[in-house]
């Protein structure tokens, strides 16, 4: 008996210190699902409560009634949608390219694509305007989206993937006829499907919670973004309705948590994929 139980007890201080590590995790995240659901002064009452309100509908109505909720959920997931998808598009592309096809300049290229990592956005956003006040297209959907679609990290990253697979594969499909789209769709996109998910994740996660480029594009309150609604809710009155805040930023982690649970097994498979690999 006391063998068996000696592993258990070994094993104690990991179970508690991953405990302890998940609490810390979780426990932003609930406190700001308990605030939600609370009025302003309750928020910063002593003792703070630990239990959900009763004030979940009403802070939606007041959220909904300062920002138009549906709106900009709407304007955020059309954007974030786009960009996403664009984007994962272009990266296999290119990150296609860069690994299957030998052409002069492909290696400066690449260095010279990675490079642009290290560029601040910030750096970037006055080129950016000129472009899209020429271009005619300012407060407009395109004006957010399309900077986004060239994203040097899922390039870089589908490029790595790819460059593990066998070029027998890719020319046993070519000596059947096969033209390089049908390649690609038949052949590399079931292969880095797991590697496409986990990229979709990060790209939707950056393209959900960008502010500063769509601030600065998006002049109509009626194109915002839920980011950018919710920052003009500081200081619109004298008295700031920090549960309607709060509430906002509960819901805008929803289509976050959504994604990740239907992408999650691919998620997982794709992060690992590297590590599986001899």
């Known amino acids: 008996m006391k063998n068996k139980a000696f592993p258990r007890i070994k094993g104690l201080p990991l179970t508690l210190l991953l405990a302890a590590v998940t609490g810390l995790s979780i426990g932003p995240f609930y406190w700001l699902i308990v605030m939600s659901t609370q009025n302003s002064n309750d928020i910063f009452a002593w003792p703070p409560k630990l239990l959900p309100g009763a004030n ?139 590697v496409m998910a986990a990229l979709s994740v990060f790209l939707f996660l950056g393209a959900w919670n960008q502010f500063v480029w769509p601030l600065i594009t998006l002049r109509s309150p009626a194109m915002q973004t839920l980011p950018v609604a919710l920052a003009s809710l500081h200081g619109m009155q004298a008295n700031t309705d920090y549960g309607a805040i709060l509430m906002g930023t509960a819901v805008s982690t929803v289509p976050m948590m959504i994604l990740f649970v239907v992408l999650q097994r691919q998620f997982i498979s794709g992060l690992l994929a590297g590590a599986t690999k001899g």
Do not use: H
Request: with cysteine; proline share 6%; hydrophobic share 55%.
């Open 56 to 194: 979940l509908v009403a802070n939606l109505m007041v959220l909904d009634e300062k920002i138009g909720l549906l709106r900009v959920v709407g304007n955020s997931l059309l954007i974030a949608g786009s960009q996403t998808l664009g984007a994962l598009i272009v990266s296999l592309l290119a990150g296609y390219a860069f690994a299957k096809f030998s052409f002069r300049g492909r290696t400066v290229l690449f260095v010279l694509l990675l490079s642009t990592m290290v560029v601040p956005d910030q750096v970037m956003l006055v080129p950016l305007f000129e472009m899209m006040m020429k271009f005619g297209l300012m407060d407009s959907y395109p004006s957010v989206i399309l900077p986004g679609l060239c994203v040097p990290f899922g390039i870089f990253l589908m490029r790595q993937a790819l460059g593990s697979m066998p070029n027998e594969l890719l020319d046993a499909a070519r000596v059947d006829g096969a033209g390089e789209l049908r390649v690609l769709w038949s052949i590399v996109v079931p292969v880095m499907r797991p």
